[in-house]
């Protein structure tokens, strides 16, 4: 489990993290969430003790981090698959990561047959793509078979199919009971793998809950319906209230009215529907509306270019910390 309490990053006047406090539950995948500039980053390092927090606390399973000798057996964690030695080969930087936490050599071959990277074990990185990147990052925070896992924009690069096998990778993960902590920009996948939500803008939390919870939240909820009697139904939906937008492919947007009063006036008018479906608010909506008051750099503003606290690192991160692939 990760727990922050009140966690706050300075830099001079500027706060990349503010009074931030949440829980990551083992045994679910959690999305951590925000606009460009929101601080995750400087979030992730904090816990990771690669940033010292300016006051407040981050434990993992009760204990600062940075407390944690030989990291990769506590947290596994991809937080930049570039960020690793170009001219070492694959087994060579896990082994290299391996031996300094004091893990046994054979998890390294593990590990590459489990993210697919077997048969590229002797290439060497720099001519690795992004995707392959990517799985050599996940295998790195793999390593040492951790509770606690962070990644952080895990699927850039990735094609369909490896997509897929992160998606069913971390529910795996989570189904043995891991906290597993997944930091994107990517809505929809998110929407297919998370089951908790932690959303923060400006460095400041704006909801930790369920996926659904969060998605209920945004003002999209409509039902879409189809009908032959189009003469009638849209007066009469009109009638009770209802907002009704007629769609080019001939079937009708209501909001205001639930798809269970819908039914009830179609039926008590004899109004024949060919299809009456409730349509929730996806969570891409649910994350536009809710951050509008906390995106940094918005398309079509005049700002002034100032640095982005939220990535400015305090130090340079260690290679022994928590499976970050240097």
Known sequence: MIQATELTKRYGVTSAVDRLSFTV??????????PN????????????GLNTPTSGTVTVDGRPFADRPRGLRHIGALLDAHDVHGGRSARAQLTTLAVSNGLPRRRVTEVLAEVGLSEAASRRIGGFSLGMKQRLGIAAALLGDPPVLLFDEPLNGLDPEGVLWVRGLFRRLADEGRTVLVSSHLMGE????????????RGRLIAAESLKDFAARA?????????PDADTLPSLLADQGAAVRA???GSYTVTGLLAERIGELAFAHGVRLHELSPRSASLEQA????????????????TTDTPDASDIPDAPAPTTRAGASR
């Open 25 to 34: 539950r083992p045994g679910v995948v959690t999305g951590f969430l925000g």
């Open 37 to 48: 500039g929101a601080g995750k980053s400087t979030t992730l390092r904090l816990v990771l």
């Open 190 to 201: 998110m929407e297919q793998t998370a089951e908790d939500l932690i959303v923060i803008g």
């Open 287 to 302: 994350f536009m509306e809710l951050t509008a008051d906390s995106v940094e750099f918005a398309a079509g503003t005049d």
């Open 219 to 227: 003002t999209g909820l409509h039902v879409s319906v189809r009908t």
């Open 247 to 249: 769609e080019p492919d």
